[in-house]
């Protein structure tokens, strides 16, 4: 299967085929199989999240304790792979500068 061309948001969790505004944090080349895979690592995240605000009303409970916020953090870490594979060489450079991959460090 042929891949195009999508630009990734991970702030919003938004995938698209267009370029509008500020939806271009990364740019992508994947085929409809990598993108609903993308998207299942979001919808993840997303529920995780949800699971973290309901806890954070629990004091008793301290958050580096947490399933869900470790759920969270994990499913970030499997965004940034996908996105680091996927990427062109600017979305390739950018992840790795931040350093959130642990094969990949600044001092690399």
Known sequence: MEKEKYYVNLGTQEISLNHDANNDDFIIQATPEEII???TVFDEMYIADEWSFYRSHV???P???DKSNDEY???MKRAFRMLHDLGDET??????SMGVLEEY???D
């Open 105 to 107: 460090t600044q001092d």
């Open 63 to 65: 958050y580096h304790k």
């Open 73 to 75: 953090d994990e499913g």
């Open 59 to 61: 004091p008793a409970r």
């Open 37 to 39: 895979e993308l998207r």
């Open 91 to 96: 979305t390739k450079h950018h992840i790795e």
